[in-house]
T-cell receptor
């Protein structure tokens, strides 16, 4: 059982380039999340999805887009990367209704550097 | 601004000692969770405490919750070098997503 898998694990971009981070979970979870982690800032929510075909903005959504075309996948896109988007990105999932009682399952992170 | 703030930001103790870290939050919650993150890894869930609970235990972990003070504490007893990690509190405010604090970095010296 792979759990939550993020690809790629590392990426270096130049300012203005675009890229997509892929998150895949094999636990049939309804809810999926993208967080970013910066030094001293903890995790901040970028976007999330409560089901296939639905997405919603989190705390820091600007500069990012997301899609949830399949229940098991949650994609995070950067259309025009900026140095401020240098960060470690984490995907997480949870069964859904269990959010009030259960735990988030995290991927191992994707480290993105924008030059 | 962060919903949860951990205190202290960093903590260094000797193996065998107890480690206590605190979390304060701002709005009412459904539950509060604690996560651990080893360096360069993803977060792993440790324990969840519901808003109507005051204390919960799991192995060497003890969590307390004081909703009147909007605060929680995580106690790790008889710490081990393997407990070295960052610890985060996260609050569920019913908005379908958890809000994380900035974390406490724990260093356990062997």
């Amino acid at each position: 059982n792979a759990g939550v898998t993020q690809t790629p694990k590392f990426r270096v971009l130049k300012t203005g380039q675009s890229m997509t981070l892929l998150c895949a979970q094999d636990m049939n979870h309804e809810y999926m999340y993208w967080y970013r982690q910066d030094p001293g800032m903890g995790l901040r929510l970028i976007h999330y999805s409560v089901g296939e075909g639905t997405t919603a903005k989190g705390e820091v959504p600007d500069g990012y887009n997301v899609s949830r075309l399949k229940k098991q996948n949650f994609l995070l896109g950067l259309e025009s990367a900026a140095p401020s988007q240098t960060s470690v990105y984490f995907c997480a999932s949870v069964p859904g209704a269990a959010l009030n009682t259960g735990e988030l399952f995290f991927g191992e992170g994707s480290r993105l550097t924008v030059l | 601004s962060q919903q949860g703030e951990e205190d202290p930001q960093a903590l260094s103790i000797q193996e065998g000692e107890n480690a206590t870290m605190n979390c304060s939050y701002k709005t009412s919650i459904n539950n509060l969770q604690w996560y651990r993150q080893n360096s360069g890894r993803g977060l792993v869930h440790l324990i969840l405490i519901r808003s109507n609970e005051r204390e919960k235990h799991s192995g060497r972990l003890r969590v307390t919750l004081d909703t009147s003070k909007k605060s929680s504490s995580l106690l790790i007893t008889a710490s081990r070098a393997a407990d070295t990690a960052s610890y985060f509190c996260a609050t569920d405010t019913g908005r379908r997503a958890l809000t994380f604090g900035s974390g406490t970095r724990l260093q356990v010296q062997p």
